[in-house]
């Protein structure tokens, strides 16, 4: 499996000006292989550096690439949507596990960092199989037996 714990965000500088009274606060999109596999809660707009402190684990089934990407929350007349900040990219082949801050990038421009942990957790088949199943003589809530 593959986990990620997003940090925080720094000096973030979008494109485009953002009226921060309309923006409800950032957000944290990881993909693996173009495939959406976490999204962190809203984050407050602090000063334009959100911290998230979320931990994340997800299924790994052999992706190059893990795209972290920013959005913010924009609060519209009727609705909430998200309006891409910026994104950025990890190659995973050769990582074992990486601490640092990577910088976000739009249109080929850099607009801040994001700072985040990733690495691998290994179950073993066997040992991933008994947390799926009850271990023999072991009591139930209902306090029966298991098995």
């Known amino acids: 499996n593959f986990w990620c714990r997003i940090l925080a965000c720094e000096g973030l500088r979008p494109r485009r000006r953002l009226s921060l009274w309309l923006t409800q606060g950032f957000v944290v999109v990881v ?33 190059t690439l893990a795209e972290f990407v920013v959005f913010s929350k924009i609060n519209q007349i009727c609705s909430v949507s998200d309006q ?13 596990v990486f601490h640092g801050s990577l910088e976000l990038r739009a249109a080929d421009r850099p607009i801040g960092r994001l700072s985040v942990q ?3 957790q290994d179950v073993a088949a ?17 306090g029966d037996s298991a098995l």
């Open 31 to 63: 993909r693996l292989g173009g495939r959406e596999v976490c999204r962190t809660a809203a984050a407050p707009v602090a000063g334009g550096s959100p911290e998230f402190q979320e931990t994340r684990i997800a299924p790994y089934a052999g992706e």
């Open 84 to 96: 891409f900040l910026g994104s950025a990219t990890l190659a995973l082949p050769s990582l074992d």
């Open 118 to 120: 990733v690495g691998w």
């Open 126 to 142: 066997e040992a991933g199989r008994a947390l799926l199943h009850p271990i023999e003589g072991t009591p139930t809530q209902r």
